[in-house]
């Protein structure tokens, strides 16, 4: 009880009433956090009991969620003609009792993405996503859009890109996002991109550098790279450096560059233990695909952890990800053997 009259919280005799100067209120996906007004902080826990709890059902009939510019959600009554931040299914709430893991890892090879951003509300924040417009960088750049972001979708193909956008904007009309080209095989178009980008003078809280090629043969880019080496890896290295400014004006702010446990499958040295530069962007001849893939993908590592090493003092962390083993998605489509392989192993692999 001491703990209690400290917080000022003893002035209430029900569990579930809020002290004075709370409120309660929700997210866009219905979770339900509280606002402290006089200390000017929120939290998930209910002040007095500590239970978290989220609304239950569709709003009721003639009711609308909306959101001011300052990302705060309120609700619009249409029959009444009347607007409020409450929302009118708080009357039917249910608690939320998570189940505590029992090892330390919180997620598993079977949890999505809407599961991981649960209760989260990223309304103001800003993030790029690279290859966005299918796949792995589809479903993260859906799952921050409903979750209150803005996502600009870096996508090749300006017409897939705005398919992914509109795909996004059926499930919420609301969702803020962009498509936006970009192709990675051209370091002039990354050039383009990253101006672009800063001419709408917005932050940049997620860069994240998903897009890259698989069993692709061998060809040159506009540029004179081997187009694996350039695509996975380089284009992105040009496009962080051109976006390095705007991430440390936006700090806290994190690059998540999507890498694969393939990177431990190849070297970059030489016979003699020294790095040679020719195996990045090897000739026609000494050209393995499946080779350039995990060298791209070691590169990446290497890339992140330095980025990481660099940036972390000033607010900009960086992290490369294996996305998982086994992953259906569409980037095997350069090679038939590959979509040969990826199609006998699909009652096994984990869908997008």
């Known amino acids: 009880m001491a703990a209690l009259k400290y917080a000022g919280l003893e002035d209430t005799d029900s569990e579930e009433e809020l002290p004075p100067g709370w409120e309660e209120r929700t997210t866009k996906d219905g979770w339900v956090y509280y606002a402290n007004h006089l200390e000017e902080k929120t939290q998930?826990?209910?002040?007095?009991?500590?239970?978290r709890k989220r609304v239950a059902g569709d709003l009721p009939y003639g009711w609308e969620q909306e959101t001011d510019e300052n990302g705060q959600v309120y609700f619009v009554d249409h029959i009444n003609k009347r607007t409020t931040y409450l929302d009118p299914r708080l009357a039917f709430t249910v608690e939320d009792n998570p189940v505590k893991p029992t090892t330390r890892q919180k997620y598993d090879g079977n949890s999505t993405a809407m599961e991981i951003l649960q209760g989260r509300d990223l309304s103001g924040k800003v993030a790029i996503i690279t290859g966005a417009n299918s796949g792995i960088g589809f479903e993260t750049a859906k799952s921050l859009a409903l979750h209150g972001a803005c996502v600009i979708l870096a996508c090749r193909s300006p017409a897939r890109g705005e398919a992914a956008v509109q795909r996004i904007l059926e499930e919420w009309h609301k969702a803020k996002v962009e498509a936006m080209t970009l192709d990675l095989a051209s370091l002039q178009s990354v050039q383009r991109f990253a101006e672009a980008f800063k001419s709408k003078n917005l932050p940049l809280h997620m860069l994240i550098c998903n897009a890259a090629v698989f069993g692709a043969p061998w060809s040159l880019t506009e540029d004179g790279l081997e187009s694996t080496f350039q695509v996975n890896h380089l284009g992105h290295f040009y496009l962080v450096q051109l976006l390095e400014d705007v991430l440390r004006q936006s700090s806290p702010a994190r690059v998540v560059v999507v890498s694969s446990?393939?990177?431990?499958?190849?070297e970059i040295k030489d016979s003699s233990g020294k790095l040679d530069f020719s195996l990045l962007s090897p000739s026609k001849k000494e050209y393995w695909a499946m080779l350039a893939?995990?060298?791209s993908k070691l590169c990446n590592i290497l890339f992140s952890n330095e980025l990481n090493r660099r940036l972390s003092p000033h607010g900009v962390t960086s992290n490369s990800v294996h996305p998982g083993?086994?992953?259906?998605?569409?980037?095997?489509?350069?090679?038939?053997?590959?979509?040969?392989l990826f199609t006998l192993a699909r009652p096994f692999t984990k869908s997008m």
């Open 44 to 51: 998930w826990e209910h002040p007095k009991s500590g239970k």
């Open 293 to 295: 893939y995990n060298r």
């Open 325 to 340: 083993n086994m992953m259906y998605s569409s980037i095997h489509r350069s090679w038939w053997l590959y979509t040969l």
């Open 261 to 266: 446990e393939s990177h431990r499958f190849t």
